[in-house]
């Protein structure tokens, strides 16, 4: 009876080390990106827009002067089409490896994105320059070109 006992806590001891909660979601490639950095924040700002069915999240992670460019164009395929002049149907996106700097105490970034995706059956490959501000200890994207 002590044995199986013993067996019991053994295995209740090995399960519950196994599970150490829910793990840190952070951005990029490999999910590695601090969620406190530029990079972090540009990534997340697109994926709302090319991923999600409404511009909500994006607002969230712009300046003022970018939300109200957004909301100009309502909805998710105009800003596509009319600010970013990239429209897919699935994307892939990536910062620049070359862009390491420290931003901890910045207070505006440039940050290169790498763009891969798919639209319509063709494959399409582009680049984006994001202007980040930090505002109230967050960063924010304010603007998007091509340089």
Request: aromatic share 10%; proline share 3%.
């Amino acid at each position: 009876m002590f044995k199986s006992v013993y067996l019991f806590a053994l295995v209740l001891v090995a399960i519950s080390a196994c599970n150490s909660g829910e793990p840190k979601k952070g951005g990029g490639k490999f999910g590695m990106l601090d969620t406190d950095i530029p990079e972090y924040t540009a990534i997340q700002f697109f994926e709302h827009i090319y991923h999600d069915k409404t511009l909500d999240g994006s607002f969230k992670l712009s300046s003022p002067k970018m939300q109200r460019l957004l909301r100009s164009y309502h909805t998710n395929k105009s800003v596509q089409k009319h600010i970013l002049n990239m429209r897919f149907d699935t994307v892939k996106i990536q910062p620049s490896t070359r862009s390491a700097g420290r931003n901890e105490f910045a207070k505006e970034a440039k940050i290169s994105l790498f763009f891969e995706g798919e639209l319509n059956g063709d494959i399409f490959k582009d680049m984006r320059v994001i202007e980040l501000l930090r505002i109230d200890n967050k960063w924010k994207v304010d603007s998007v070109s091509l340089d």
